[in-house]
């Protein structure tokens, strides 16, 4: 049983299109949520984490938005570029161990120029 | 820093056979774990170490055995391969007290 569900499972964007994935969890004793990103042929790399107690947080082109209350959480992709084509997982941990990460079934983008 | 090294890159193995997937980090990292990537499921967690000595299980461990004598290593054993094995494995490292889990290039594993 996931923990977390993502959706979608896949998605097209435009250059310069904005992209949107949604994760949603139930168990509240989680207290991490980080993104991963992942090429072909390559292990997944951390994109973006936030901790519930901000609703927000930004890095460049990337964005969380939390919503406690709903228990979800989402990945916006702003002037998506063709390089941001890769799949991506949203995480959830429990504050009780942050090392144990279960993820999201993963949403592939694909950015057309 | 190489990072995180998983070796091999591919396998084939017949059901039954046996193997050990490698993995090691050269960043000193006390925490590795062992994920399985199937498609439409993610990552899942199969087993992980909290440091030299100290395994436990994570979601999906069974028929596999792990061992950690070393900070640098975490081997990943298949006792008896079984074709729900086939899968990408990945290993990861993280520091303690650090979120951020550096993952290797995968092993892509095919069991016949």
């Known amino acids: 049983q996931q923990q977390v569900k993502q959706s979608p499972q896949s998605l097209i964007v435009q250059k310069g299109g904005i992209s949107i994935i949604n994760c949603a969890y139930e168990?509240?004793?989680?207290?991490?949520f980080p993104w991963y990103q992942q090429f072909p042929g390559k292990g997944p790399a951390l994109l973006i984490a936030?901790?519930?107690?901000?609703s927000e947080k930004k890095e460049g082109r990337f964005t969380i938005s939390f919503n406690k209350s709903a228990k979800q959480f989402s990945l916006h992709i702003m002037d998506s570029q063709p390089g941001d084509s890769a799949t991506y997982f949203c995480?959830?941990?429990?504050?009780?161990?942050?090392?144990?990460?279960?993820f999201g079934a993963g949403t592939t983008v694909t950015v057309r120029a | 820093n190489a990072g995180v090294t998983q070796t091999p890159k591919f396998q084939v193995l017949k059901t039954g056979q046996s193997m050990t997937l490698q993995c090691a980090q050269d960043?000193?990292?006390?925490?590795m774990s062992w994920y399985r990537q199937d498609p439409g499921m993610g990552l899942r967690l199969i087993h992980y170490?909290?440091?030299?000595?100290?395994?436990d299980q994570g979601e999906v461990p069974n028929g596999y055995n792990v061992s950690r004598s070393t900070t640098e290593d975490f081997p990943l054993r298949l006792l008896s391969a079984a074709p729900s094995q086939t899968s990408v494995y990945f290993c990861?490292?993280?520091?303690?007290?650090?979120?951020?889990?550096?993952f290797g290039a995968g092993t892509r594993l095919s069991v016949l």
């Open positions: 990861a490292s993280s520091r303690t007290g650090k979120n951020i889990q550096y």
């Open positions: 168990n509240t004793a989680f207290d991490y």
């Open positions: 936030i901790r519930p107690d901000v």
């Open positions: 995480a959830v941990s429990p504050k009780s161990n942050d090392y144990k990460l279960s």
């Open positions: 960043m000193n990292h006390e925490y």
């Open positions: 170490s909290v440091g030299a000595g100290i395994t």
